[in-house]
């Protein structure tokens, strides 16, 4: 987890039994799962939402490439078209 082991975890429950007491530290235990599980979901949320973002911005950036090499191969195409109607003539 954060690098504690179960000698290290087992001491700090032991401790904060000692200091909050049996009564409160259930409802203790209770509040910090409740704070960790919205904690992640903010983290997950947050994660997606700039995924979302980046996924948005790579799409417009393709899109705009592709309509500027669309408009490219337009004018190249009317130049060669007006160029052959000139030979014609």
């Known amino acids: 987890m954060f690098g504690i082991g179960m000698p290290e975890l ?24 409740k704070g ?15 995924e979302d973002n980046a996924r948005e911005h790579e799409e417009k950036e393709r899109l705009a490439k592709q309509e500027k090499e669309n408009a490219e191969h337009n004018v190249k195409e009317k130049s060669t078209a007006e160029s052959k109607e000139k030979e014609s003539v």
């Open 10 to 33: 087992i001491i700090i429950l032991v401790i904060a039994l000692l200091v909050i007491g049996p009564q409160k530290l259930p409802d203790l235990a209770r509040s910090l799962g």
């Open 36 to 50: 960790l599980a919205e904690f992640r979901r903010a983290t997950d949320d947050f994660k997606r939402n700039i």
